[in-house]
């Protein structure tokens, strides 16, 4: 359970509105804009490993990202920055995958004991 913090600084948040005199349409987070633009070069990045050139207007890539962004950021709270939310994201993808088939964990058994003559106190 989550409960709300009564503290204002933490309800601020930075947003940019656009240009003095001209606001923009839609009113994002500082942050967005950077992890947006990375998120753009990551896929232009892609896309050029796999097809070999890149787009004069990455429109794909725009897209994937606007949706990228809005995902990362529905997790984003003054809590868990964003960069946490990826960390997060990347860690589970790569460590919770379940076996393929069913491994059986290895069965301890001792076929023979042999008590040494010094533990026993059996010298002869």
């Known amino acids: 359970m989550r409960l709300r913090t009564d503290d204002d600084i933490y309800r601020a948040r ?7 005199g001209y606001t923009l349409p839609i009113q ?3 942050a ?9 070069l990551l896929f232009m990045l892609i896309r050029f490993l796999v097809t070999g050139h890149v787009d004069f207007f990455p429109a794909y890539e725009i897209a994937l990202a606007i949706v990228a962004t809005s995902l990362i950021f529905r997790y984003v709270d003054p809590d868990r920055p964003a ?10 993808w790569r460590h ?3 076996p393929s088939s069913e491994q059986r964990d290895a069965r301890l058994v001792a076929t023979r004991i042999r008590i040494r003559p010094e533990v026993t106190g059996d010298l002869a």
Do not use: K, S
Not at 14 to 20: H, K, W
Not at 83 to 92: E, G, H, N, S
């Open 14 to 20: 930075l947003v940019y509105l656009g240009p003095p």
């Open 28 to 30: 994002l987070p500082y």
């Open 32 to 40: 967005q804009y950077g992890v947006f633009v990375l998120v753009v």
């Open 83 to 92: 960069r946490m939310v990826v960390r997060t994201a990347l860690t589970d």
């Open 96 to 98: 919770t995958r379940e």
